[in-house]
């Protein structure tokens, strides 16, 4: 069945985030990242700011990190009930409209539906350097770090909340190497695989 | 640049071996799966029989099978004689050709040449059941059975070899699900990524 609702994972740095903007624009459908953050928080009652620090990523401590969290009466933890209310956030859109979501673990959220394509978007450790130096004005040491932090905390993060890998080829639709392929390539393959 | 070899490694059921030898048909290239068994016998020295049996396939033991088993005076085993054997077949053929490669750790022995597109093949467990039963004329319990046997023992040999992880998109250029895709997609997304 044609495919409403695109879904993509991506390593830190291999333009996934932009090849699901162009996608979106190119078949005129909603496009959600960072902009859900204020509806998480609303629904949360936390505050965007905290939000965005702790909806896709885990703490920096890691993995223990969850299970050594501060629980409140129902076992709950601050992670566990941001992660709830981004869960029902990424519920509603889908229902709402089509759309592109990028990360947050929507291929997981959204597995009971059977209209979303998954996609895993990875790179060559020099383009994504290239591309991460560039787009935040930092030095190449910098970049390095940057991608292997934010890459542990997203895998961590999934891996608590989903008990799937990330970045294992079995749980996507598609998965594609930015760097080899290129960004044009990517999207023309993404929007030829929702019809 | 244009990718002459294309490697293809696939979960057993995904049709990841028909999707390879029409994608050779229609791009007029030669296609390699069993019918190297030959070149790496004669390599080797050993018989085809035994070469079908362990040139892809983990010993049914798994992996402490490799570390136990009996080595010769420079420490290698049958097993490190014929994937050896193997290595040096799929470098030549890379050499002479262009063509389709199916399994064998093939995307992993021709790592350093920058003409290869590396695919990964998995789809979901009915369509996967559904393909072996009418393939090998077999029960469905049976199917499961020789599906989980067969996915098996080839990652144990890719993780033993390669010491990458079998199935981790970041391995391939391109994942697909046959499943949820189709193959004639499949088909049609690794052609246009050759060019």
Same mark, same amino acid.
């Given at each position: 069945?044609?495919?409403? =609702?695109i879904t993509i994972?991506r390593? *830190?740095?291999?333009g996934g985030r932009f090849i699901g903007e162009e996608v979106a624009k ?5 496009y959600y990242d ?11 009652? *936390? ?16 993995? *223990? ?24 956030? =990424? ?8 759309c592109v979501i990028i990360g947050?673990?929507?291929?997981? =959220? ?9 996609i895993?978007i ?37 891996? *608590? ?25 990517c999207e023309?393959?993404i ?5």
């Amino acid at each position: 069945m044609a495919k409403r =609702i695109i879904t993509i994972s991506r390593e *830190f740095g291999s333009g996934g985030r932009f090849i699901g903007e162009e996608v979106a624009k190119k078949l005129g459908i909603a496009y959600y990242d960072k902009n859900i953050i204020s509806q998480i928080a609303e629904k949360s009652g *936390f505050s965007p700011e905290h939000i965005q620090e702790i909806a896709e990523l885990s703490p920096k401590k890691g993995m *223990f990190a969850y299970a050594l969290a501060g629980r409140d009466i129902t076992g709950k933890s601050v992670e566990d009930m941001v992660y709830e209310a981004q869960r029902k956030v =990424i519920l509603e859109l889908a229902d709402k409209e089509p759309c592109v979501i990028i990360g947050r673990n929507a291929d997981y =959220i959204l597995k009971d539906r059977d209209d979303v394509l998954n996609i895993f978007i990875h790179g060559d450790m020099p383009e994504k350097i290239q591309h991460i130096t560039r787009l935040y004005k930092v030095e190449e040491q910098e970049a390095v770090k940057m991608m292997a932090d934010t890459d542990k905390r997203r895998r961590t993060n999934y891996n *608590f909340y989903t008990e799937q890998k990330w970045g294992k080829a079995s749980n996507y639709t598609l998965c594609l190497n930015s760097s080899q392929l290129g960004y044009d390539r990517c999207e023309a393959i993404i929007i030829a695989c929702t019809k």
